[in-house]
């Protein structure tokens, strides 16, 4: 697409400005009755906010979307803008080691483990296999058993590490980080200060950080990396970081991958339960708290729930049978979307 061509496409954009733009679903062509029964479905779980985002427009909700919770592993996906912006900046430089950067633990890095890159921390993929504050994964090989980049295990000492680098290189923590490159770019609604905060633990010196945003707000940022990190006239995030961030560079399942802290998912993967009939990217994080972008149908999908002590909220699985749910109500023969 030639340069003018761009800039047209950006400028006819439709991005949220105060508010989402509605546009009710029957106009688009989408069934009421296969809709109503999704949210028949909703209502009868944990869900708390559902919204359908098409072409920019807000085609459906449900639930309080204006709600502010935590958004989990979500964050993983947030902090994943931050490292592109940054790293188109300058500021950060992917194939920096941790010995160059100086990073170490309570109980300190073998010379092996320190030659891991911020790229492989990025993709899941640093071979250090230490005890992290908010520690969930299960099943984390012995430590010393991978080297550097050879070896993916979704690892939140991964994650975490990423939140101190950014504060290290850039003098900003991860909130001021996403406040100035993400909350205030695209407008959000509810973000406000204290919805982020560290977690801190005597498992090891780099803290969780925790977020909280309303379902509104995430949609925002689906949106964002829909049109490819362009936000009408600007373009926040570099194209070829959201490409590559959302390309499946570890595969964990039958067509199902991780990229850059987000998640990848082929048409009819066999190995991920969400799968639907076109490729998706997704962010996801414990509970039923979801971003999910399906650039072939132009829809961002949002989904979040509650968890309480008497159960897990919304399961992965499950999650796949809502989405499927929402897809089977679009029309049969869908208007012609632009293509980006």
């Avoid at 869900?47 to 204006?66: E, P, R, Y």
């Avoid at 803008?81 to 941790?98: C, Q, R």
């Avoid at 990229?259 to 414990?286: C, E, H, I, K």
């Amino acid at each position: 697409m030639a340069s003018n061509d761009v800039l047209l496409a950006a400028r006819n954009q439709v991005i949220p400005d105060n508010e989402w733009h509605e546009l009710p679903a029957a106009s688009r062509g989408w069934s009421s009755e296969r809709l109503a029964a999704l949210t028949l479905e909703l209502e009868n779980g944990p869900s708390t906010a559902f919204m359908i985002v098409q072409s920019g427009h807000l085609v459906c909700q449900w639930g309080d979307i204006a709600l502010k919770s935590s958004i989990a592993s979500v964050r993983k996906s947030l902090i994943n803008v931050l490292y592109g912006i940054y790293i188109a900046e300058g500021k950060i430089d992917p194939n920096v080691t941790l010995a160059e950067l100086e990073i170490d633990d309570n109980e300190p890095l073998t010379p092996a483990e320190r030659k891991a890159t911020i790229m492989d921390l990025l993709m899941a993929r640093s071979g250090i296999y230490l005890p992290s504050v908010y520690n969930t994964e299960a099943g984390r090989p012995p430590r010393g058993s991978y080297s550097p980049g050879s070896h993916w295990f979704y690892n939140n000492w991964d994650f975490n590490v990423l939140g101190t680098i950014v504060e290290r290189t850039t003098g900003q923590n991860v909130f001021d980080g996403l406040v100035s490159r993400l909350v205030i770019p695209l407008g959000m609604q509810d973000c406000e200060p204290g919805d982020g905060w560290f977690q801190h633990g005597p498992e090891s010196s780099h803290p969780v950080y925790k977020i909280r945003m309303s379902a509104r707000d995430l949609a925002r940022v689906g949106l964002l990396y829909l049109r490819q990190g362009r936000w009408g006239t600007k373009q926040l995030v570099p194209e070829s970081w959201v490409r590559d961030s959302t390309l499946p560079h570890s595969e964990v399942g039958a067509g199902h991958g991780y990229g850059y802290l987000w998640w990848a998912t082929a048409a009819n993967a066999p190995g991920d339960s969400m799968a639907t009939r076109v490729p998706m990217f997704y962010a996801s994080g414990w509970g039923g708290q979801y971003v999910i972008v399906l650039p072939k149908l132009d829809l961002v999908v949002v989904h979040r729930s509650a968890p309480s002590s008497a159960g897990t909220g919304v399961s992965h699985v499950r999650m796949g049978e809502i989405l499927r749910l929402a897809l089977a109500a679009l029309p049969e023969q869908p208007q012609r979307l632009v293509q980006w």
